[in-house]
Protein backbone atom coordinates (compact mmCIF):
# COMPACT_ATOMS: atom_id res chain seq x y z
CA UNK A 1 0.00 0.00 0.00
CA UNK A 2 1.04 3.22 -0.92
CA UNK A 3 0.20 6.26 0.86
CA UNK A 4 0.52 10.09 0.39
CA UNK A 5 0.62 12.50 3.34
CA UNK A 6 -0.12 15.88 2.63
CA UNK A 7 1.04 19.08 4.66
CA UNK A 8 -1.48 18.70 7.57
CA UNK A 9 -1.21 15.14 8.91
CA UNK A 10 2.24 15.50 8.93
CA UNK A 11 2.18 18.87 11.10
CA UNK A 12 -0.27 17.17 13.43
CA UNK A 13 1.93 13.89 13.74
CA UNK A 14 -1.10 12.10 12.42
CA UNK A 15 1.06 9.60 10.34
CA UNK A 16 3.11 7.71 13.17
CA UNK A 17 0.18 8.18 15.17
CA UNK A 18 -2.02 6.54 13.12
CA UNK A 19 0.80 3.79 12.50
CA UNK A 20 1.14 3.51 16.18
CA UNK A 21 -2.62 2.38 16.10
CA UNK A 22 -1.67 -0.66 13.62
CA UNK A 23 -2.87 1.53 10.59
CA UNK A 24 -0.50 1.63 7.62
CA UNK A 25 2.15 -0.43 9.17
CA UNK A 26 4.19 -2.13 6.42
CA UNK A 27 2.96 1.12 4.03
CA UNK A 28 5.18 2.54 1.41
CA UNK A 29 5.01 6.52 2.94
CA UNK A 30 5.73 8.86 -0.96
CA UNK A 31 6.36 12.30 0.60
CA UNK A 32 6.42 15.38 -1.69
CA UNK A 33 9.47 17.42 -1.79
CA UNK A 34 7.27 20.47 -1.90
CA UNK A 35 6.07 19.81 1.64
CA UNK A 36 9.71 19.16 2.82
CA UNK A 37 10.64 22.66 1.29
CA UNK A 38 7.16 24.34 2.96
CA UNK A 39 8.56 22.62 5.89
CA UNK A 40 11.89 23.92 5.90
CA UNK A 41 10.86 27.44 4.70
CA UNK A 42 8.71 27.66 7.85
CA UNK A 43 10.82 26.47 10.42
CA UNK A 44 13.70 29.07 9.17
CA UNK A 45 11.18 31.70 9.82
CA UNK A 46 10.68 30.40 13.61
CA UNK A 47 7.17 29.31 12.61
CA UNK A 48 6.09 26.03 15.14
CA UNK A 49 4.03 24.43 11.94
CA UNK A 50 7.58 23.95 10.27
CA UNK A 51 9.72 22.31 13.59
CA UNK A 52 6.57 20.17 14.32
CA UNK A 53 6.63 19.00 10.52
CA UNK A 54 10.39 18.38 10.49
CA UNK A 55 10.06 16.36 13.67
CA UNK A 56 7.33 13.95 12.48
CA UNK A 57 9.67 13.25 9.36
CA UNK A 58 12.10 12.45 11.38
CA UNK A 59 9.90 10.15 13.18
CA UNK A 60 9.21 8.63 10.13
CA UNK A 61 12.91 8.15 8.95
CA UNK A 62 12.90 6.35 12.39
CA UNK A 63 10.35 4.35 11.65
CA UNK A 64 11.78 2.93 8.19
CA UNK A 65 14.88 2.57 9.87
CA UNK A 66 13.61 0.28 11.92
CA UNK A 67 11.62 -1.52 9.15
CA UNK A 68 7.93 -0.56 9.97
CA UNK A 69 7.28 1.95 7.03
CA UNK A 70 9.51 2.22 3.77
CA UNK A 71 9.94 6.19 3.05
CA UNK A 72 10.40 7.76 -0.56
CA UNK A 73 10.41 11.47 -1.11
CA UNK A 74 9.28 11.79 -4.43
CA UNK A 75 8.17 14.91 -6.67
CA UNK A 76 10.48 18.36 -7.32
CA UNK A 77 10.83 21.05 -4.51
CA UNK A 78 8.10 24.14 -4.87
CA UNK A 79 9.58 26.88 -6.54
CA UNK A 80 9.22 30.25 -4.62
CA UNK A 81 6.38 31.57 -6.43
CA UNK A 82 4.41 28.50 -5.74
CA UNK A 83 5.30 28.23 -1.51
CA UNK A 84 3.97 31.96 -1.86
CA UNK A 85 0.67 30.44 -3.27
CA UNK A 86 1.00 27.51 -0.79
CA UNK A 87 -2.75 29.15 0.55
CA UNK A 88 -4.09 29.10 -2.87
CA UNK A 89 -3.34 25.51 -3.05
CA UNK A 90 -0.29 25.13 -5.21
CA UNK A 91 1.47 22.61 -2.99
CA UNK A 92 -1.92 20.85 -2.20
CA UNK A 93 -2.55 20.62 -6.09
CA UNK A 94 1.52 19.32 -6.36
CA UNK A 95 0.58 16.66 -3.65
CA UNK A 96 -2.28 15.35 -5.24
CA UNK A 97 -0.88 14.93 -8.91
CA UNK A 98 1.62 12.71 -7.02
CA UNK A 99 -1.30 10.68 -4.83
CA UNK A 100 -2.95 10.10 -8.77
CA UNK A 101 0.52 9.36 -11.05
CA UNK A 102 1.27 6.70 -8.45
CA UNK A 103 -2.09 5.56 -8.07
CA UNK A 104 -1.05 6.07 -4.26
CA UNK A 105 -3.80 7.07 -1.12
CA UNK A 106 -3.95 10.46 -0.23
CA UNK A 107 -4.04 10.96 3.56
CA UNK A 108 -5.17 14.40 4.62
CA UNK A 109 -7.00 15.92 7.48
CA UNK A 110 -8.32 18.80 5.82
CA UNK A 111 -11.81 18.16 4.24
CA UNK A 112 -11.14 20.69 1.37
CA UNK A 113 -8.21 18.42 0.14
CA UNK A 114 -10.08 15.78 0.66
CA UNK A 115 -12.90 16.69 -1.26
CA UNK A 116 -11.15 17.94 -4.41
CA UNK A 117 -9.14 14.53 -3.85
CA UNK A 118 -12.78 12.38 -4.07
CA UNK A 119 -13.62 14.97 -6.97
CA UNK A 120 -10.29 14.22 -9.04
CA UNK A 121 -11.40 10.38 -8.33
CA UNK A 122 -8.19 9.97 -6.43
CA UNK A 123 -8.79 7.40 -3.56
CA UNK A 124 -8.22 9.57 0.01
CA UNK A 125 -8.25 8.65 3.56
CA UNK A 126 -9.24 11.45 5.96
CA UNK A 127 -7.76 11.32 9.61
CA UNK A 128 -9.87 12.48 12.57
CA UNK A 129 -7.63 15.64 13.67
CA UNK A 130 -8.78 15.01 16.91
CA UNK A 131 -7.54 11.16 17.21
CA UNK A 132 -6.45 11.38 21.46
CA UNK A 133 -8.73 14.04 22.76
CA UNK A 134 -7.46 17.64 23.88
CA UNK A 135 -10.00 18.37 26.80
CA UNK A 136 -7.37 18.11 29.73
CA UNK A 137 -3.99 19.68 28.74
CA UNK A 138 -1.07 18.94 31.24
CA UNK A 139 -1.02 23.22 31.51
CA UNK A 140 -3.73 22.65 33.33
CA UNK A 141 -2.30 21.35 36.68
CA UNK A 142 -0.90 25.28 37.15
CA UNK A 143 -4.56 26.47 37.81
CA UNK A 144 -6.90 26.73 40.76
CA UNK A 145 -10.28 28.80 41.22
CA UNK A 146 -8.45 31.73 42.03
CA UNK A 147 -5.72 31.88 39.27
CA UNK A 148 -5.88 34.50 36.68
CA UNK A 149 -2.79 33.70 34.69
CA UNK A 150 0.29 31.14 34.48
CA UNK A 151 3.71 32.27 33.77
CA UNK A 152 6.15 29.65 32.36
CA UNK A 153 9.74 30.42 31.17
CA UNK A 154 12.72 27.76 30.71
CA UNK A 155 15.31 28.33 33.63
CA UNK A 156 12.72 30.10 35.91
CA UNK A 157 10.34 28.79 38.18
CA UNK A 158 6.58 28.67 36.88
CA UNK A 159 4.72 31.25 38.38
CA UNK A 160 1.09 32.58 38.51
CA UNK A 161 -0.86 35.76 39.66
CA UNK A 162 -3.46 34.52 42.01
CA UNK A 163 -6.39 36.51 43.53
CA UNK A 164 -9.12 38.65 43.53
CA UNK A 165 -9.76 41.71 40.76
CA UNK A 166 -7.28 44.31 42.36
CA UNK A 167 -5.34 42.11 44.56
CA UNK A 168 -3.18 39.82 42.80
CA UNK A 169 -0.18 38.62 43.63
CA UNK A 170 2.64 36.93 41.24
CA UNK A 171 4.32 34.09 43.26
CA UNK A 172 5.78 30.87 42.42
CA UNK A 173 3.65 27.75 42.10
CA UNK A 174 6.72 25.30 41.81
CA UNK A 175 9.74 24.86 43.34
CA UNK A 176 11.45 23.19 40.31
CA UNK A 177 12.68 25.67 37.55
CA UNK A 178 11.25 24.85 33.61
CA UNK A 179 12.70 22.37 30.87
CA UNK A 180 12.70 23.52 27.07
CA UNK A 181 11.51 20.09 26.69
CA UNK A 182 8.80 20.74 29.23
CA UNK A 183 7.56 23.86 27.44
CA UNK A 184 8.32 21.83 24.21
CA UNK A 185 5.62 19.39 24.92
CA UNK A 186 2.94 21.98 26.44
CA UNK A 187 3.65 23.57 23.45
CA UNK A 188 2.66 20.56 21.41
CA UNK A 189 -0.17 19.66 22.95
CA UNK A 190 -1.68 22.92 23.35
CA UNK A 191 -1.48 23.65 19.11
CA UNK A 192 -2.52 20.21 18.58
CA UNK A 193 -5.48 21.04 20.48
CA UNK A 194 -6.34 24.71 18.67
CA UNK A 195 -6.62 22.26 15.75
CA UNK A 196 -8.63 19.81 16.83
CA UNK A 197 -11.09 21.19 19.67
CA UNK A 198 -14.54 23.22 18.52
CA UNK A 199 -14.13 25.76 21.03
CA UNK A 200 -10.25 26.60 19.79
CA UNK A 201 -8.27 28.59 16.91
CA UNK A 202 -5.02 29.84 16.58
CA UNK A 203 -5.42 33.85 16.94
CA UNK A 204 -1.70 34.75 16.09
CA UNK A 205 0.80 32.56 13.89
CA UNK A 206 4.10 34.47 13.61
CA UNK A 207 7.79 33.64 13.56
CA UNK A 208 8.25 33.28 17.18
CA UNK A 209 4.94 33.89 18.61
CA UNK A 210 1.41 31.59 18.72
CA UNK A 211 -1.71 32.70 20.22
CA UNK A 212 -4.24 30.53 21.15
CA UNK A 213 -7.41 30.51 21.88
CA UNK A 214 -8.81 27.47 23.85
CA UNK A 215 -12.41 28.13 24.75
CA UNK A 216 -11.96 30.52 27.76
CA UNK A 217 -8.08 30.40 27.84
CA UNK A 218 -5.54 32.31 25.74
CA UNK A 219 -2.29 31.04 25.74
CA UNK A 220 0.68 32.77 24.29
CA UNK A 221 3.57 30.83 23.28
CA UNK A 222 7.19 32.85 22.56
CA UNK A 223 10.18 31.39 20.88
CA UNK A 224 13.45 32.41 19.85
CA UNK A 225 14.13 35.30 18.22
CA UNK A 226 11.23 36.69 19.33
CA UNK A 227 12.07 36.28 22.66
CA UNK A 228 15.62 35.43 24.69
CA UNK A 229 14.01 31.78 25.58
CA UNK A 230 10.68 30.15 25.15
CA UNK A 231 7.89 31.09 27.44
CA UNK A 232 4.06 30.12 27.92
CA UNK A 233 1.84 32.23 29.13
CA UNK A 234 -1.64 31.28 29.73
CA UNK A 235 -4.98 33.90 30.83
CA UNK A 236 -8.09 32.87 32.08
CA UNK A 237 -10.87 34.80 33.79
CA UNK A 238 -11.66 34.67 37.24
CA UNK A 239 -14.67 36.86 37.77
CA UNK A 240 -17.85 36.86 35.84
CA UNK A 241 -19.89 40.23 36.88
CA UNK A 242 -23.20 41.50 35.40
CA UNK A 243 -23.82 45.85 34.96
CA UNK A 244 -25.95 45.49 38.37
CA UNK A 245 -22.41 44.14 40.57
CA UNK A 246 -21.16 48.02 39.92
CA UNK A 247 -21.70 51.36 40.89
CA UNK A 248 -23.75 53.90 39.08
CA UNK A 249 -25.73 50.81 37.47
CA UNK A 250 -29.15 51.80 36.81
CA UNK A 251 -27.26 55.53 35.45
CA UNK A 252 -25.12 53.72 33.33
CA UNK A 253 -27.80 51.14 31.88
CA UNK A 254 -30.08 54.45 30.99
CA UNK A 255 -27.36 56.15 29.54
CA UNK A 256 -26.11 53.73 27.29
CA UNK A 257 -29.96 52.47 26.34
CA UNK A 258 -30.91 56.49 25.49
CA UNK A 259 -29.19 55.78 21.84
CA UNK A 260 -25.55 54.90 20.75
CA UNK A 261 -23.09 56.92 22.66
CA UNK A 262 -19.12 56.71 22.84
CA UNK A 263 -17.84 55.41 25.89
CA UNK A 264 -14.33 54.82 27.27
CA UNK A 265 -13.49 52.34 29.55
CA UNK A 266 -10.47 53.19 31.39
CA UNK A 267 -8.11 51.60 34.29
CA UNK A 268 -4.36 50.05 34.87
CA UNK A 269 -3.48 46.80 33.66
CA UNK A 270 -5.50 44.43 35.78
CA UNK A 271 -7.82 46.50 37.00
CA UNK A 272 -10.68 44.85 35.62
CA UNK A 273 -11.49 46.64 32.51
CA UNK A 274 -12.30 44.03 30.27
CA UNK A 275 -14.45 41.97 32.82
CA UNK A 276 -16.72 45.55 33.16
CA UNK A 277 -16.61 45.35 29.46
CA UNK A 278 -17.93 42.51 29.27
CA UNK A 279 -20.85 42.67 32.09
CA UNK A 280 -21.52 45.90 29.27
CA UNK A 281 -21.86 43.44 26.69
CA UNK A 282 -24.06 41.38 27.80
CA UNK A 283 -25.98 44.15 29.12
CA UNK A 284 -26.66 45.28 26.05
CA UNK A 285 -27.25 42.24 24.38
CA UNK A 286 -30.08 41.39 26.84
CA UNK A 287 -31.40 44.70 25.79
CA UNK A 288 -31.82 43.75 22.23
CA UNK A 289 -28.77 45.27 20.97
CA UNK A 290 -26.83 43.72 18.07
CA UNK A 291 -23.26 43.59 19.94
CA UNK A 292 -19.85 43.05 18.00
CA UNK A 293 -16.61 43.27 18.77
CA UNK A 294 -13.24 44.23 17.68
CA UNK A 295 -10.09 42.52 19.48
CA UNK A 296 -6.95 41.46 18.52
CA UNK A 297 -6.29 39.08 20.01
CA UNK A 298 -9.92 38.02 20.78
CA UNK A 299 -10.07 37.03 24.90
CA UNK A 300 -13.04 38.82 25.87
CA UNK A 301 -15.63 36.52 27.08
CA UNK A 302 -18.99 36.87 25.74
CA UNK A 303 -21.92 34.84 25.33
CA UNK A 304 -22.71 33.18 21.87
CA UNK A 305 -25.42 36.47 20.74
CA UNK A 306 -22.12 38.42 20.41
CA UNK A 307 -19.88 37.97 17.48
CA UNK A 308 -16.22 38.52 18.14
CA UNK A 309 -13.74 39.90 15.52
CA UNK A 310 -10.76 40.39 14.94
CA UNK A 311 -8.37 42.86 12.35
CA UNK A 312 -9.47 41.47 8.37
CA UNK A 313 -6.71 41.07 6.52
CA UNK A 314 -4.44 41.81 8.97
CA UNK A 315 -6.56 45.59 9.50
CA UNK A 316 -9.08 47.39 11.95
CA UNK A 317 -9.44 49.29 9.33
CA UNK A 318 -11.09 47.12 7.13
CA UNK A 319 -13.06 44.95 9.66
CA UNK A 320 -14.52 48.44 10.80
CA UNK A 321 -15.44 48.92 6.96
CA UNK A 322 -17.07 45.01 7.21
CA UNK A 323 -18.93 46.15 10.27
CA UNK A 324 -20.70 49.58 8.76
CA UNK A 325 -21.93 47.34 6.64
CA UNK A 326 -23.92 45.10 8.75
CA UNK A 327 -24.24 48.34 11.07
CA UNK A 328 -24.62 47.07 14.58
CA UNK A 329 -26.06 49.18 17.58
CA UNK A 330 -22.59 48.77 19.68
CA UNK A 331 -19.22 47.56 19.02
CA UNK A 332 -16.83 46.94 22.05
CA UNK A 333 -12.98 47.77 20.77
CA UNK A 334 -10.89 46.14 22.84
CA UNK A 335 -7.42 47.52 23.51
CA UNK A 336 -7.70 51.16 21.97
CA UNK A 337 -3.78 52.00 21.87
CA UNK A 338 -2.66 53.63 18.73
CA UNK A 339 -3.72 56.13 16.20
CA UNK A 340 -4.92 53.58 14.06
CA UNK A 341 -7.28 52.27 16.46
CA UNK A 342 -8.41 55.95 17.64
CA UNK A 343 -9.02 56.79 14.25
CA UNK A 344 -10.96 53.57 13.38
CA UNK A 345 -13.02 53.91 16.62
CA UNK A 346 -13.57 57.98 15.75
CA UNK A 347 -14.80 57.15 12.10
CA UNK A 348 -17.13 54.64 13.55
CA UNK A 349 -18.71 56.65 15.90
CA UNK A 350 -19.20 59.91 13.90
CA UNK A 351 -20.76 57.01 10.83
CA UNK A 352 -23.37 56.38 14.02
CA UNK A 353 -22.21 53.03 15.59
CA UNK A 354 -22.31 52.98 19.20
CA UNK A 355 -18.68 52.47 20.50
CA UNK A 356 -17.12 51.41 23.63
CA UNK A 357 -13.48 51.30 23.82
CA UNK A 358 -11.15 49.85 26.33
CA UNK A 359 -8.08 51.91 27.43
CA UNK A 360 -5.08 52.08 29.36
CA UNK A 361 -4.85 54.89 31.89
CA UNK A 362 -3.67 55.62 35.05
CA UNK A 363 -6.89 58.07 35.69
CA UNK A 364 -10.24 58.73 33.73
CA UNK A 365 -9.31 62.10 32.36
CA UNK A 366 -6.02 60.57 30.85
CA UNK A 367 -8.28 58.16 28.77
CA UNK A 368 -9.48 61.69 27.07
CA UNK A 369 -6.12 63.14 26.28
CA UNK A 370 -5.34 59.79 24.01
CA UNK A 371 -7.29 61.42 21.81
CA UNK A 372 -5.59 64.70 21.63
CA UNK A 373 -3.96 65.63 18.81
CA UNK A 374 -5.74 62.72 17.00
CA UNK A 375 -8.88 63.77 17.05
CA UNK A 376 -9.79 67.27 16.18
CA UNK A 377 -10.35 69.07 19.88
CA UNK A 378 -14.18 70.06 19.18
CA UNK A 379 -15.19 66.72 17.71
CA UNK A 380 -13.90 64.66 21.03
CA UNK A 381 -16.98 65.08 22.74
CA UNK A 382 -19.06 63.47 19.75
CA UNK A 383 -16.49 60.54 19.27
CA UNK A 384 -16.22 60.00 23.74
CA UNK A 385 -19.39 61.64 25.41
CA UNK A 386 -18.73 58.88 28.81
CA UNK A 387 -15.38 57.94 30.42
CA UNK A 388 -15.78 55.22 32.82
CA UNK A 389 -13.09 54.81 34.72
CA UNK A 390 -12.51 51.11 36.79
CA UNK A 391 -10.05 50.73 39.46
CA UNK A 392 -9.64 47.18 41.53
CA UNK A 393 -12.56 45.70 39.88
CA UNK A 394 -14.98 49.00 40.92
CA UNK A 395 -16.20 51.77 39.14
CA UNK A 396 -14.17 54.93 40.92
CA UNK A 397 -15.23 57.29 38.82
CA UNK A 398 -17.41 58.43 35.52
CA UNK A 399 -17.46 61.40 33.52
CA UNK A 400 -19.80 63.63 31.14
CA UNK A 401 -18.05 64.73 28.16
CA UNK A 402 -19.02 67.98 26.29
CA UNK A 403 -18.58 70.89 24.18
CA UNK A 404 -19.35 74.53 25.21
CA UNK A 405 -18.17 77.92 23.20
CA UNK A 406 -17.35 79.68 26.49
CA UNK A 407 -14.17 81.58 27.97
CA UNK A 408 -11.90 78.98 30.21
CA UNK A 409 -12.20 79.45 34.02
CA UNK A 410 -9.74 81.66 35.03
CA UNK A 411 -9.57 83.68 32.29
CA UNK A 412 -11.52 87.06 31.77
CA UNK A 413 -11.76 88.06 28.68
CA UNK A 414 -14.50 88.31 26.75
CA UNK A 415 -12.20 87.65 23.45
CA UNK A 416 -10.97 84.59 25.00
CA UNK A 417 -14.02 82.66 24.51
CA UNK A 418 -13.14 79.29 22.56
CA UNK A 419 -14.37 75.77 21.95
CA UNK A 420 -13.93 74.01 25.48
CA UNK A 421 -14.25 70.57 25.62
CA UNK A 422 -16.10 70.05 29.46
CA UNK A 423 -15.47 67.01 31.94
CA UNK A 424 -17.77 66.73 34.26
CA UNK A 425 -18.46 64.24 37.43
CA UNK A 426 -21.42 62.12 35.89
CA UNK A 427 -22.55 62.10 39.49
CA UNK A 428 -22.77 65.43 40.86
CA UNK A 429 -22.34 67.29 37.27
CA UNK A 430 -19.68 69.28 38.98
CA UNK A 431 -16.88 70.30 35.99
CA UNK A 432 -14.19 68.68 37.20
CA UNK A 433 -11.48 69.53 33.63
CA UNK A 434 -11.29 71.74 31.00
CA UNK A 435 -9.22 71.01 28.04
CA UNK A 436 -9.43 73.74 25.22
CA UNK A 437 -6.43 75.56 22.85
CA UNK A 438 -4.35 77.90 25.18
CA UNK A 439 -2.40 79.97 22.50
CA UNK A 440 -1.61 76.75 20.06
CA UNK A 441 -1.45 74.35 22.46
CA UNK A 442 -4.12 72.10 24.11
CA UNK A 443 -4.05 71.79 27.51
CA UNK A 444 -6.18 70.46 30.22
CA UNK A 445 -7.36 72.30 33.48
CA UNK A 446 -8.61 70.68 36.62
CA UNK A 447 -11.19 72.38 38.41
CA UNK A 448 -10.70 71.37 41.71
CA UNK A 449 -9.83 73.29 44.89
CA UNK A 450 -6.63 74.80 43.51
CA UNK A 451 -6.95 73.81 40.25
CA UNK A 452 -6.99 77.85 38.87
CA UNK A 453 -4.01 77.95 39.97
CA UNK A 454 -1.99 74.68 38.52
CA UNK A 455 -4.18 74.86 35.48
CA UNK A 456 -4.57 78.26 34.01
CA UNK A 457 -2.13 79.92 36.11
CA UNK A 458 0.89 77.57 35.50
CA UNK A 459 0.36 77.48 31.70
CA UNK A 460 0.06 81.29 31.27
CA UNK A 461 3.05 81.91 33.77
CA UNK A 462 5.31 79.50 31.35
CA UNK A 463 3.91 80.83 28.25
CA UNK A 464 4.70 84.58 29.19
CA UNK A 465 8.54 83.74 30.63
CA UNK A 466 8.55 81.71 27.45
CA UNK A 467 7.55 84.94 25.29
CA UNK A 468 9.94 87.13 27.16
CA UNK A 469 13.00 85.49 27.69
CA UNK A 470 12.80 85.26 23.55
CA UNK A 471 13.27 89.32 23.86
CA UNK A 472 15.81 89.61 27.49
CA UNK A 473 18.97 89.01 27.39
CA UNK A 474 19.58 88.74 31.73
CA UNK A 475 16.95 87.71 34.41
CA UNK A 476 13.24 86.96 33.35
CA UNK A 477 10.68 86.88 36.95
CA UNK A 478 6.77 86.94 36.24
CA UNK A 479 4.36 87.11 38.88
CA UNK A 480 0.51 86.66 38.12
CA UNK A 481 -1.39 89.54 40.10
CA UNK A 482 -4.72 87.73 38.88
CA UNK A 483 -6.72 85.87 36.09
CA UNK A 484 -5.82 88.33 33.67
CA UNK A 485 -2.76 90.49 34.58
CA UNK A 486 0.47 89.94 35.38
CA UNK A 487 3.99 91.68 36.21
CA UNK A 488 7.40 91.32 34.63
CA UNK A 489 10.55 91.74 36.65
CA UNK A 490 14.16 92.19 33.82
CA UNK A 491 17.07 93.75 34.19
CA UNK A 492 17.26 97.12 34.26
CA UNK A 493 19.14 97.21 30.72
CA UNK A 494 16.96 94.39 29.33
CA UNK A 495 13.64 96.97 30.31
CA UNK A 496 13.23 98.92 26.89
CA UNK A 497 14.03 96.08 24.98
CA UNK A 498 10.91 94.48 26.29
CA UNK A 499 8.55 97.26 26.00
CA UNK A 500 9.56 98.25 22.61
CA UNK A 501 9.18 101.23 20.79
CA UNK A 502 6.05 103.09 22.54
CA UNK A 503 5.43 99.89 23.85
CA UNK A 504 4.57 98.20 20.69
CA UNK A 505 6.52 94.84 21.66
CA UNK A 506 5.22 94.25 25.37
CA UNK A 507 1.66 95.31 23.78
CA UNK A 508 2.04 92.09 20.92
CA UNK A 509 2.64 89.65 23.46
CA UNK A 510 -0.38 91.16 25.35
CA UNK A 511 -2.36 90.38 22.53
CA UNK A 512 -1.00 86.93 21.71
CA UNK A 513 -1.52 85.69 25.60
CA UNK A 514 -4.76 87.83 26.47
CA UNK A 515 -2.41 89.15 29.75
CA UNK A 516 -2.35 92.98 30.66
CA UNK A 517 1.56 92.92 31.60
CA UNK A 518 3.45 95.36 34.27
CA UNK A 519 7.19 95.19 32.79
CA UNK A 520 9.20 96.13 35.71
CA UNK A 521 13.01 96.24 37.18
CA UNK A 522 14.31 93.84 40.08
CA UNK A 523 15.54 97.29 41.26
CA UNK A 524 11.51 98.33 41.50
CA UNK A 525 11.24 95.45 44.79
CA UNK A 526 11.59 96.41 47.71
CA UNK A 527 14.18 93.30 47.86
CA UNK A 528 16.26 92.43 44.88
CA UNK A 529 16.51 89.12 46.27
CA UNK A 530 13.91 86.52 44.90
CA UNK A 531 11.28 85.87 47.17
CA UNK A 532 9.96 82.21 47.56
CA UNK A 533 7.16 81.49 45.66
CA UNK A 534 3.86 81.46 46.85
CA UNK A 535 0.20 81.95 44.94
CA UNK A 536 0.93 84.68 42.73
CA UNK A 537 4.76 84.16 42.12
CA UNK A 538 6.72 82.13 39.73
CA UNK A 539 10.38 82.60 39.61
CA UNK A 540 11.35 82.77 42.99
CA UNK A 541 12.55 80.20 45.44
CA UNK A 542 14.12 79.42 48.47
CA UNK A 543 17.18 78.65 46.95
CA UNK A 544 18.66 75.74 45.23
CA UNK A 545 18.58 73.46 48.98
CA UNK A 546 14.48 74.01 48.41
CA UNK A 547 14.30 71.27 45.74
CA UNK A 548 15.61 68.15 44.95
CA UNK A 549 19.54 68.50 42.99
CA UNK A 550 19.39 66.78 39.65
CA UNK A 551 21.73 66.61 36.56
CA UNK A 552 20.26 67.32 33.40
CA UNK A 553 21.10 65.57 30.60
CA UNK A 554 22.11 67.28 26.90
CA UNK A 555 21.54 65.26 24.07
CA UNK A 556 21.41 66.29 19.80
CA UNK A 557 17.89 67.02 19.97
CA UNK A 558 16.76 68.02 23.83
CA UNK A 559 18.05 69.34 27.13
CA UNK A 560 16.66 66.07 29.46
CA UNK A 561 15.75 66.71 33.28
CA UNK A 562 15.76 63.81 35.49
CA UNK A 563 12.84 63.74 38.47
CA UNK A 564 11.99 60.11 38.55
CA UNK A 565 10.17 61.26 41.99
CA UNK A 566 7.69 63.15 40.00
CA UNK A 567 5.95 61.49 37.39
CA UNK A 568 2.74 63.18 35.93
CA UNK A 569 3.79 66.31 38.67
CA UNK A 570 3.93 69.54 37.92
CA UNK A 571 7.24 70.79 38.94
CA UNK A 572 9.55 74.33 38.97
CA UNK A 573 13.29 73.92 37.11
CA UNK A 574 15.48 76.42 38.97
CA UNK A 575 19.28 77.37 38.45
CA UNK A 576 20.53 78.34 41.44
CA UNK A 577 18.12 80.75 42.83
CA UNK A 578 16.78 81.87 39.99
CA UNK A 579 13.35 80.39 38.66
CA UNK A 580 13.93 78.65 34.68
CA UNK A 581 10.58 77.16 34.06
CA UNK A 582 7.04 75.42 34.88
CA UNK A 583 6.50 71.69 33.39
CA UNK A 584 4.25 68.60 33.71
CA UNK A 585 7.03 65.67 34.34
CA UNK A 586 6.67 62.93 32.12
CA UNK A 587 5.03 58.53 33.21
CA UNK A 588 9.20 57.94 32.29
CA UNK A 589 10.24 60.43 35.14
CA UNK A 590 11.86 63.06 32.64
CA UNK A 591 11.14 66.77 31.14
CA UNK A 592 12.52 66.92 27.50
CA UNK A 593 13.34 71.15 26.37
CA UNK A 594 13.36 70.85 23.02
CA UNK A 595 16.92 72.43 22.02
CA UNK A 596 16.45 75.92 20.12
CA UNK A 597 13.88 77.11 22.32
CA UNK A 598 15.08 80.18 24.83
CA UNK A 599 13.44 77.92 27.51
CA UNK A 600 16.23 75.03 26.78
CA UNK A 601 19.17 77.89 26.39
CA UNK A 602 18.68 79.33 29.57
CA UNK A 603 18.76 75.88 30.91
CA UNK A 604 22.21 75.02 28.66
CA UNK A 605 23.26 78.49 30.18
CA UNK A 606 23.15 77.56 33.35
CA UNK A 607 24.89 74.17 32.95
CA UNK A 608 27.58 75.90 30.66
CA UNK A 609 28.51 78.08 34.22
CA UNK A 610 27.95 75.00 36.63
CA UNK A 611 25.14 76.40 38.37
CA UNK A 612 23.04 73.99 40.50
CA UNK A 613 19.97 72.31 38.94
CA UNK A 614 17.13 71.56 41.13
CA UNK A 615 13.41 70.84 40.34
CA UNK A 616 10.03 71.15 42.71
CA UNK A 617 7.11 70.43 42.99
CA UNK A 618 4.97 73.26 41.72
Known sequence: MEIVPDTSVIVDGQVTTAIADDKFVGADVLVHEAVLGELEAQANDGRRTGADGLDELQSLRR?????????????????????????????????????????????????????????????????????????????????DDQTMS?????????????????????????????????????????ETAAA????????????????????????????????????????????ETSLDDYAHADDLRERLQDGQ??????????????????????????????????????????????????????????????????????TIYDEVRTTDDVEVFADMRLAGVGMIGVVHATRGVDALQRLIGRVELGLIPQVVDTVIYIEAGEVAQVYDVS????????????????????????????????????????VTVPLDGAADESGVEGIAREQLTSEIRSIANGRVDVELQGPNSAVVYVEDRDISQVIGKNGDRIGAVEDRLGLEIDVRT??????????????????????????????????????????????????????????LFTATVSRSGEVQVSRGSAIAEELERAIDRGRQVTIVPS
Do not use: C, W
Open 63 to 143: LADAGDIDLEFAGERASPAERANAAAGAIDAAIRDLAGERDATLVTSDDVQRDVAAARGIDVTLLDPDPRGHDELAIEQFF
Open 150 to 190: VHLRVGAQPRAKRGSVGEMAYEPIADAESTEAELQRYAREI
Open 196 to 239: ARADGFVEIDEPGMTIVQLGTDRIAIARPPFADGMEITAVRPIV
Open 261 to 330: RGVLIAGAPGAGKSTFAQAVATMLADAGHAVKTMEKPRDLQVDERISQYTALAGSMETTADALLMVRPDY
Open 403 to 442: TEVKVPKGLMEADLARPVVMVEDFETGEPAFEIYSFNRQV
Open 522 to 579: FEDREDDAPTAPDAGSSGSADGPTAGRIVTPDVTSRHVIVPADDFAGETVEVRAGDEY
